[in-house]
Nanobody, 123 residues
Framework: QLQLVESGGGLVQPGGSLRLSCAASGFPLRYYNIGWFRQAPGKEREWVSCISSPEDITNYADSVKGRFTISRDNAKNTVYLQMNSLKPEDTAVYSC????????????????WGKGTLVTVSS
């Protein structure tokens, strides 16, 4: 069974850091484009960052550029989202998604989705 599981969310103060993990089971993430998306309460889902396969091309939303970094660890079959200098407006449920189709940037129509992990940035 193909599955994505996110972890690493929690409560952090403004200016703090978190590292989210997206672990896959049932398929090798190295062959998939991976995206991180988030949805804040009362708002629509928005894309945060994506990484392509196999070139590892990365895209970042303007709101997180310079603060967030997406990366892969193929040995652990996991993709990470390192989040630094967190702001209250980063509060959301963060989900990862995977797709094996040709790279076209961050795609809301990715095939496989995790259930998400909650990130709360508050003092």
């Amino acid at each position: 069974q193909l599955q994505l599981v996110e972890s690493g969310g929690g409560l952090v103060q403004p200016g703090g850091s978190l590292r989210l993990s997206c672990a896959a089971s049932g398929f090798p993430l190295r062959y998939y484009n991976i995206g991180w998306f988030r949805q804040a309460p009362g708002k629509e889902r928005e894309w945060v960052s994506c990484i392509s396969s196999p070139e590892d091309i990365t895209n970042y939303a303007d709101s997180v550029k310079g603060r967030f970094t997406i990366s892969r660890d193929n040995a652990k079959n996991t993709v990470y989202l390192q989040m630094n200098s967190l702001k209250p407006e980063d509060t959301a449920v963060y989900s990862c998604a995977a797709d094996a189709r040709a790279w076209s940037g961050c795609d809301y129509g990715m095939h496989y989705w995790g259930k998400g992990t909650l990130v709360t940035v508050s003092s």
